[in-house]
């Protein structure tokens, strides 16, 4: 089974802190990801990234940053955290750069809960 | 750019009842669809998906989807839910020219009671 592991569940920062979640996949994919998820807007894209040291931004992406240093290792980082950025951060994988045009799946990670006081 | 629209955001039913989840896009040009569901405590796993051929898809857990091309539409449908089919629903859709890009709805809680 494909496992994407988000190493925190919850965090609570305070306003101002720099933040890093880490995302780790270990099935060996090009493709990973970084979405928040909020009641009633459902999933949107911060960051993706194509390969190591690749990035583009998604639909949301300002307030974060991300990197990419190893295929299996995709972080997100919030400089300076604010409180309209508490939500739920998902990290996702799929296995080739085609994505889903070849029908590859998405695997998604279990979220990591962020509050920012 | 894209958009998805779910139109219901919760709902509520008995156990047998059979439930119809709407999805309605909005892109002019061809597109992959699919179906992600959320288990309470549990990462978000992938229903079925549509990327041609055959409109009527099934997934698994006894899950469908209809693709009507005509109405930008991706309905779910399951004829008799259990109780552990209470879970955040999501559609989601990607431009075949895209790639990896998906843009998801807003999503549906459905709650089954006993």
């Known amino acids: 089974d494909v496992k994407v592991t988000q190493s925190s569940r919850y965090l609570v920062k305070r306003t101002g802190e720099k933040v890093f979640l880490e995302c780790v996949q270990d099935?060996?994919?090009?493709?990973m990801f970084w979405y928040r998820q909020d009641p009633g807007l459902g999933l949107r894209l911060i960051y993706f990234?194509?390969?190591?040291?690749?990035?583009e931004k998604g639909d949301i992406p300002e307030g974060y940053s991300v990197s990419r240093e190893k295929k299996e290792r995709f972080s997100l980082i919030l400089e300076s955290a604010s409180t309209n950025q508490t939500s739920m951060y998902l990290c996702?994988?799929?296995?080739?750069?085609?994505?889903?045009?070849?029908?590859?799946?998405?695997?998604f990670g279990e979220g990591s809960w962020l509050t920012v006081v | 750019a894209q958009s998805v629209s779910q139109h219901n955001h919760h709902v509520i039913l008995s156990e047998a009842a059979s439930l119809e989840l709407g999805c309605n896009y909005s892109?002019?040009?061809?597109?992959?669809l699919f179906w992600y569901v959320q288990y309470p405590g549990q990462h978000l796993q992938l229903l079925l998906k549509?990327?041609?051929?055959?409109?009527l898809v099934k997934g698994i857990k006894g899950f469908e989807a209809e693709f009507i091309k005509s109405k930008f539409s991706f309905n779910l449908r399951k004829p008799s839910v259990q109780w552990s089919d209470t879970a955040e629903y999501f559609c989601?859709?990607?431009?075949?020219?895209?790639?990896?890009?998906?843009?998801f709805g807003g999503g549906t809680r459905v709650l089954v009671k006993p």
């Open positions: 990234s194509y390969d190591v040291k690749m990035k």
């Open positions: 892109y002019g040009g061809t597109v992959n």
């Open positions: 099935m060996d994919h090009e493709n």
């Open positions: 996702a994988s799929s296995p080739t750069r085609q994505g889903t045009l070849s029908g590859n799946t998405i695997y």
């Open positions: 549509y990327f041609s051929g055959d409109p």
């Open positions: 989601a859709v990607v431009p075949k020219a895209a790639g990896n890009k998906l843009t």
